[in-house]
């Protein structure tokens, strides 16, 4: 019989977590080390990524710090060939930094459209091609970036950026499929409404935060750790036969029509 519980097991392998000074990339590199993994928490916020390092320590775990700016390709590099100065092999690698300039096309200026790409996009791009040159060379390995369900779904002022999360879904698809031969998988976190340092601004606004809320089937919004949980099966063997796919994260958010209210009166 197959022990499960081990296939969750990440005990021996590391990990790079681009984007773990805070939110979902500080929970994922917290998960990651719980089951085990030896973690690079890496984050252009140093002292950040080194605070979420010492908390693992802390707890026992063995992390690392670095510094990078993940819209910096040589910057992302570099991250590449300090994990493989830390460690021996890079078994998993997620990325989850991300930008949203809130604009109306016709508002949005040529910087805006270059920050937003180069960060989102552009970031996700290099991303895989520094560690997936790690992971093909080594012959194993599981790559994880961040989408968003603003990459189906949308409201004014966020095309540009749904556009960015929703071209992170292809790349997933058509890397997994140039990497897949070597023992490499390929795939992404589709998150909805989180609570972090950087929605703040909205968690404290009561008739935004229950708004959104109200889209969600749980009608609430998620930790960051209920979503560093998917990032942590993906990692593992558990999602040995996962590649090329996107899990949303967004409770229940994708899978209707808007908010779910209205039950009552139908039931009547």
Known sequence: MTDYRKLFDLTGKTAVVLGAASGIGKSSAEALASL?????????????AEATAAGIRANGGLAVSANCDAS???DV???AATAMQKFPRVDIAVTTPGLNIRKTILDYTEEDLERVINLNLKG???????????????????????????????????AVYGSTKAAIGLLVKGFASEVGRFGVRVNAIAPSITETALTRPITERPEIYNLYAGHTVLNRWSHPDEVATAVAYLAS????????STLFVDGGW??????PTGLTQLAK
């Open 36 to 48: 085990g993994a030896d973690v690079m928490c890496a984050d252009l916020a140093a002292d950040g």
């Open 72 to 74: 910096s390709a040589s």
């Open 77 to 79: 590099t570099a991250l």
């Open 124 to 158: 996700t791009v290099r991303f895989f091609q520094a560690f997936g040159r790690i992971m093909t060379k080594q012959q194993g390995g599981s790559l994880i970036a961040c989408s968003s369900v603003r990459a189906v779904t949308i409201e004014p002022g966020l």
């Open 237 to 244: 063997d558990a999602a040995s036969y996962v590649s090329g």
């Open 254 to 259: 994708t899978g209707i029509d808007g908010p």
